[in-house]
Nanobody
Framework: QVRLVESGGGLVQAGGSLRLSCAASGETFNRDAMGWFRQAPGKDREFVTLINWNGETITYADSVKGRFTVSRDNGKNTMYLQMNNLKPEDTAVYSC??????????????????WGQGTQVTVSS
């Protein structure tokens, strides 16, 4: 059974930092793109970032550019999201995704084969 498990969420003050992890099991994603989405209460799911299999191609949403950094360790089948200078509007459930199945629409949730359950990030003002 394939599982993506996020961790590292929590409550932080504005301007603070958090590091999220996404650990995959049941399958190896060493040759697959992985990414992060987020969903705030009452809002649609939002694309955050995508990293290709070797980390050489990365895409960020404009809202997080310069503040968030995605990385991966294929030896550990794990992806990370370092979030700095957090803002209250970053408050959301953050979910990781793996295996892009539709490369035309990377910002669409349905373009990915696997999803994690998500981890809550709350940024207080």
């Amino acid at each position: 059974q394939v599982r993506l498990v996020e961790s590292g969420g929590g409550l932080v003050q504005a301007g603070g930092s958090l590091r999220l992890s996404c650990a995959a099991s049941g399958e190896t994603f060493n040759r697959d793109a992985m990414g992060w989405f987020r969903q705030a209460p009452g809002k649609d799911r939002e694309f955050v970032t995508l990293i290709n299999w070797n980390g050489e191609t990365i895409t960020y949403a404009d809202s997080v550019k310069g503040r968030f950094t995605v990385s991966r360790d294929n030896g550990k089948n794990t992806m990370y999201l370092q979030m700095n200078n957090l803002k209250p509007e970053d408050t959301a459930v953050y979910s990781c995704v793996a295996r892009l199945i539709n490369g035309v629409t990377i910002t669409t949730a349905q373009s990915y084969a696997y999803w994690g359950q998500g981890t809550q990030v709350t940024v207080s003002s």
